[in-house]
């Protein structure tokens, strides 16, 4: 059962232009959710995380959007650039299991 | 600071052997968790070691175990391999059981044959 469903699984985009991925999750014991962007032959890093009692958060050119209620979010990348094409996979913690469970992710490709 | 370090970075196996996976955790975090990812997908969760303890697993069958170290390292063991094993292990720290951030190691590729 996939409790995390991501799109789009590939996005192309303009330099300069906004990208948006989109998250759906099931379970409503996750109570953290973060974004991670991984680059070939990397482990996953931590870009942006939001709590569910929190609609918006911003960090510089990030920003996550949650609906708690659609249990739906999403992260936005403003002002795109080639240096931010990698795969992005958004996550849903259940922090008191320690368990994580990620989307299967998206691959951002920016033109120069 | 030492990030999280993982060894071997690739490894070939066959069918039927067994195979463990080392890390090493961030300084000051005792909370390590594996993960499975194959090729395309997320990472998927196989199980967490708080103080040496396994604290939740995931679907994964009991061929996967793990171990944590008094000095907060860990070891993932996968017995009888199979070819759909076949993928980039992951191992993340964290600074507490309950901790929601997690910092991720650059993986183990590992290919069954």
């Known amino acids: 059962q996939q409790q995390v469903k991501q799109s789009p699984q590939s996005l192309i985009v303009q330099k300069g232009g906004i990208s948006i991925i989109n998250c759906a999750y099931e379970n409503t014991a996750f109570d953290y959710f973060p974004w991670y962007q991984q680059f070939p032959g990397k482990g996953p890093a931590l870009l942006i995380a939001i709590r569910p009692d929190v609609s918006e958060k911003k960090e510089g050119r990030f920003t996550i959007s949650f609906n708690k209620s659609a249990k739906q979010f999403s992260l936005h990348i403003m002002d795109s650039q080639p240096g931010d094409s990698a795969t992005y996979f958004c996550a849903a913690t259940d922090t008191n299991a320690g368990k994580s469970t990620f989307g299967d992710g998206t691959t951002l490709t920016v033109k120069p | ?113």
């Open chain 2, 1 to 113: 600071e030492t990030g999280v370090t993982q060894s071997p970075t690739h490894l070939i196996k066959t069918r039927g052997q067994q195979v463990t996976l080392r890390c090493s955790s961030q300084s000051g975090h005792n909370t390590v968790s594996w993960y499975q990812q194959a090729l395309g997908q997320g990472p998927q969760f196989i199980f967490q070691y708080y103080r040496e303890e396994e604290n939740g697993r995931g679907n994964f069958p009991p061929r996967f175990s793990g171990l944590q170290f008094p000095n907060y390292s860990s070891e993932l063991n996968v017995n009888a391999l199979e070819l759909d094993d076949s993928a980039l292990y992951l191992c993340a720290s964290s600074p507490g059981q309950y901790s929601e951030t997690q910092y991720f190691g650059p993986g183990t590729r590992l290919l069954v044959l």
